[in-house]
């Protein structure tokens, strides 16, 4: 287990809080200790074999290092913004693996977990500076004004930002002290049907006048909206398969996502009923892909 921010639609805000950009890749603590080298997932999963270049890389610069960092394992489009398609598909995508560490736990068989935030941020920073390191490794830094920080984050359509409490410190669990804003999407789509085993929604778009599907959507409702649109859904039914029912498409739903991951919606969630649109004005917005 690892600590983890709570979603948060809601930047906050006050003096107590510093900003960080939020990268969308792999979360792992990296052991660099004395030529023993160590990439571990969230989970608890070794990782070394997955991302050989960064365990090589810390092989030739850390031997005699001592520390723990806490990080993400990212592919950079822009200082603001992970590509996780490229690192899923790295072996076919020409693209460098990086390790970026935003917390330092360990340092010098020294535990910092109990030294706030602010305290283990500035042992981070001066660890980097004191290692002049390559762009394999990459110090993030945090900032008071979250404003200007999220106004860079959305230019480069980055996954959002992560406030973090100064007094913070670390604990292996999910926690309010580390509050996570993502940079969502606002689109509307369309029904084209639903699971009878998973209660999965099929969702389409219109694009350049043909219909596209855009994967699925469960969560967000409430469970009397749910009822209530199962119920509407099962008057429309025009085909009925082994888990699957496909509907008339006539009932539209505005959609709050992350990306588009291989064309589909990615951690897609109901906001709301969208009456007031027919099929064919759930256009797929330009820029989408």
């Given at each position: 287990?690892?600590?983890?921010?709570?979603?948060?639609?809601?930047?906050?805000?006050?003096?107590?809080?510093?900003?960080?950009?939020?990268?969308?890749?792999?979360?792992?603590?990296?052991?660099?200790?004395?030529?023993?080298?160590?990439?571990?997932?969230?989970n608890?999963?070794l990782?070394n074999?997955?991302?050989?270049?960064?365990?090589?890389y810390?092989?030739q610069?850390?031997?005699?290092?001592?520390?723990?960092l806490?990080?993400?394992?990212?592919?950079?489009?822009?200082?603001?913004?992970?590509?996780?398609?490229?690192?899923?598909?790295?072996?076919?995508?020409?693209?460098?693996?990086?390790?970026?560490?935003?917390?330092?736990?360990?340092?010098?068989?020294?535990?910092?977990?109990?030294?706030?935030?602010?305290?283990?941020?500035?042992?981070?920073?001066?660890?980097?500076?004191?290692?002049?390191?390559?762009?394999?490794?990459q110090?993030?830094?945090?900032?008071?004004d979250g404003?200007?920080?999220?106004?860079?984050?959305?230019?480069?359509d980055?996954?959002?930002?992560?406030a973090?409490?100064?007094?913070s410190?670390?604990?292996?669990?999910?926690?309010t002290?580390?509050?996570?804003?993502?940079?969502?999407?606002?689109?509307?789509?369309?029904?084209?049907?639903?699971?009878?085993?998973?209660?999965?929604?099929?969702?389409?778009?219109?694009?350049?006048?043909?219909i596209r599907?855009?994967?699925?959507?469960?969560?967000?409702?409430?469970?009397?909206?749910?009822?209530?649109?199962?119920?509407?859904?099962?008057?429309?039914?025009?085909?009925?398969?082994?888990?699957?029912?496909?509907?008339?498409?006539?009932?539209?739903?505005?959609?709050?996502?992350?990306?588009?991951?291989?064309?589909?919606?990615?951690?897609?969630?109901?906001?709301?009923?969208?009456?007031d649109?027919?099929?064919?004005?759930?256009?797929l917005?330009?820029?989408?892909?």
């Amino acid at each position: 287990m690892t600590m983890l921010p709570t979603l948060s639609l809601v930047m906050p805000k006050g003096l107590e809080w510093l900003y960080e950009v939020k990268y969308d890749g792999y979360r792992a603590k990296l052991y660099l200790q004395h030529g023993k080298i160590k990439l571990i997932s969230r989970n608890g999963v070794l990782l070394n074999d997955n991302f050989i270049e960064i365990i090589k890389y810390c092989k030739q610069f850390f031997i005699q290092t001592d520390v723990v960092l806490d990080g993400e394992v990212v592919v950079l489009d822009s200082p603001f913004k992970a590509n996780f398609f490229k690192l899923k598909n790295r072996k076919q995508l020409p693209c460098v693996v990086q390790y970026l560490a935003f917390d330092i736990l360990k340092i010098k068989q020294v535990s910092l977990i109990s030294r706030p935030y602010l305290v283990r941020k500035k042992l981070l920073q001066d660890w980097f500076s004191q290692c002049k390191l390559a762009p394999i490794l990459q110090f993030v830094a945090a900032t008071s004004d979250g404003d200007s920080l999220w106004q860079k984050v959305a230019q480069h359509d980055g996954e959002g930002i992560v406030a973090k409490k100064k007094t913070s410190i670390w604990k292996a669990k999910r926690t309010t002290e580390w509050l996570k804003i993502k940079h969502w999407k606002y689109d509307s789509f369309f029904i084209t049907g639903y699971s009878t085993k998973t209660g999965l929604l099929y969702l389409a778009a219109v694009e350049q006048g043909k219909i596209r599907p855009m994967g699925t959507v469960l969560h967000g409702f409430s469970p009397k909206e749910r009822e209530t649109l199962l119920a509407v859904l099962n008057k429309h039914q025009i085909k009925q398969d082994k888990d699957r029912i496909d509907v008339k498409s006539g009932i539209c739903l505005e959609v709050r996502y992350l990306e588009l991951y291989k064309g589909k919606l990615r951690q897609p969630s109901f906001v709301r009923f969208r009456f007031d649109l027919s099929a064919e004005d759930c256009q797929l917005p330009k820029g989408r892909t």
